[in-house]
């Protein structure tokens, strides 16, 4: 997980170089869900969770 492009209405996240949407498929593993300061993959039955850095998240947002 390189980085997230968050919306409420389309949430992107960072792989690999690459863009990816919730539902999508890197391999046989599946971008489930995708909230303000997590990830969640699925792969076969195992459900994973990834957390965002989301304080360093907010110091950029508020330093605009």
């Known amino acids: 997980l390189e980085g997230a492009l968050y919306s409420p209405h389309t949430p992107y996240v960072i792989i690999n170089e690459k863009v990816f949407k919730e539902g999508e498929s890197i ?16 792969y076969g039955e195992r459900e994973v969770e990834l957390k965002l850095d989301v304080p360093s998240f907010k110091k950029m947002i508020l330093k605009r």
Do not use: E, R, Y
């Open 27 to 42: 391999g046989s593993v599946v971008i489930t869900k995708f909230l303000h300061d997590k990830v969640v993959f699925k």
